[in-house]
């Protein structure tokens, strides 16, 4: 299964942006890039997908690199709620779609 | 619209006992994930149903686990018996179907001592 790489943690200040890397050298060409974020004491929770292109929704950017084997998940003004651990992974399309968490990024915000 | 639903949400035992999760998916949501979340790592799948049946049970210790999903809705996982590596916490997830986005519950935190 193809595997991810990314920081342990991240700080950033809040309202300003931040910029969540992801390496994925050995991904396919079938497998998404979904990112997921776990609160303090909470379950994980959908952020965004792609596959090639560029996405945007309201939580955050996705963009990706053109060879695909980096990404970068853009969160445009954090603030405390954003305080979380970031999950980079990628899902075959080929797969009965089992999640594979690695240790994910824990970034922290502050005031 | 109801998130997904866990049981109980904490429970403290002693090692050899048994111990019983209960999830409430998502009213309509086909496929029912459980996962394990050791303190300090991502959460691990540990068993997959699409409705009542099972698509992925390749990481559940089958020695002491066991999970069903008899009508296709909600699911219980066991541990029978407990050990101390077991402390950790358990969540349900659900989707509409395999590969869409995963709604997770709350999690039950179980301590093992």
């Known amino acids: 299964d193809a595997k991810t790489t990314q920081p342990n943690s991240m700080e950033s200040n809040e309202e300003e942006p931040v910029h969540l890397p992801c390496n994925h050298s050995?991904?396919?060409?079938?497998?998404?890039i979904h990112w997921y974020r776990q609160l303090p004491s909470q379950g994980p929770e959908y952020v965004i997908h792609?596959?090639?292109s560029n996405v945007n929704n309201r939580m955050a950017s996705l963009a990706i690199a053109e060879d695909r084997k980096s990404s970068t998940l853009i969160l445009h003004r954090a603030t405390l709620r954003d305080a979380a651990v970031y999950y980079c992974i990628l899902l075959p399309t080929d797969s009965w779609g089992k999640l594979q968490f690695g240790a994910g990024t824990q970034v922290v915000v502050t005031p | 619209e109801a998130g997904v639903a866990q049981s109980p949400r904490y429970k403290i035992i002693e090692k050899r006992q048994s111990v019983a999760f209960w999830c409430n998916p998502i009213s309509g949501h086909a496929t029912l994930y459980w996962y394990q979340q050791i303190l300090g790592q991502g959460p691990k799948l540990l068993i997959q149903f699409q409705n009542n049946g099972v698509v992925d049970d390749s990481q559940l210790p089958k020695d002491r686990f066991s999970a069903e999903r008899l009508k296709g809705v909600d699911s219980t996982l066991k541990i029978q018996p407990a050990k101390l590596e077991d402390s950790a916490v358990y969540l349900c997830?659900?989707?509409?179907?395999?590969?869409?986005?995963?709604?997770f519950g709350p999690g039950t935190r179980l301590l093992v001592l």
């Open positions: 050995t991904i396919s060409g079938t497998d998404y």
């Open positions: 792609g596959l090639t």
């Open positions: 997830a659900s989707s509409t179907r395999h590969l869409t986005t995963q709604y």
